[in-house]
């Protein structure tokens, strides 16, 4: 099975940049699609953005559509999120997911679950 692991978090101004990575083993890593959730203090977890075994798809939550993007390596075995123009509100514990099932992936269930990065965005 697969282990993700987070890296790339901090603290950001309003309307910088940050490239969250998540490293992957344990497992063939292109068998995996691969997801980007966030939960804020005080509330749920939420979907981020997704991609799929090879990179074909990708989905974003509506939040995040042109700002954020979804990509990944998997010669390193390695998902990238680069996050532009942040926000404050985006201020949260961004978790790297992967799951084998497709059917799980576009009901945006994750099997395998990283331990987060903080990313905190200044006003």
């Known amino acids: 099975q697969v282990h993700p692991v987070e890296s790339g978090g901090g603290l950001v101004q309003a309307g910088g940049s940050l490239r969250l990575s998540c490293a992957a083993s344990g497992g063939t890593f292109s068998s995996y699609a691969m997801g980007w959730f966030r939960q804020a203090p005080g509330k749920e977890r939420q979907f981020v953005a997704a991609?799929?075994?090879?990179?074909?798809?990708?989905d974003y939550a509506d939040s995040v559509k042109g700002r954020f993007t979804v990509s990944r390596d998997n010669a390193k075995n390695t998902v990238y999120l680069q996050m532009n123009s942040l926000e404050p509100e985006d201020t949260a514990v961004y978790y790297c997911?992967?799951?084998?099932?497709?059917?799980?992936?576009?009901?945006?269930?994750?099997?395998?679950w990283g331990q987060g990065t903080q990313v905190t965005v200044s006003s």
């Open positions: 991609i799929t075994y090879s990179g074909g798809r990708t």
């Open positions: 997911a992967a799951t084998y099932s497709y059917s799980d992936y576009v009901n945006y269930k994750y099997g395998y």
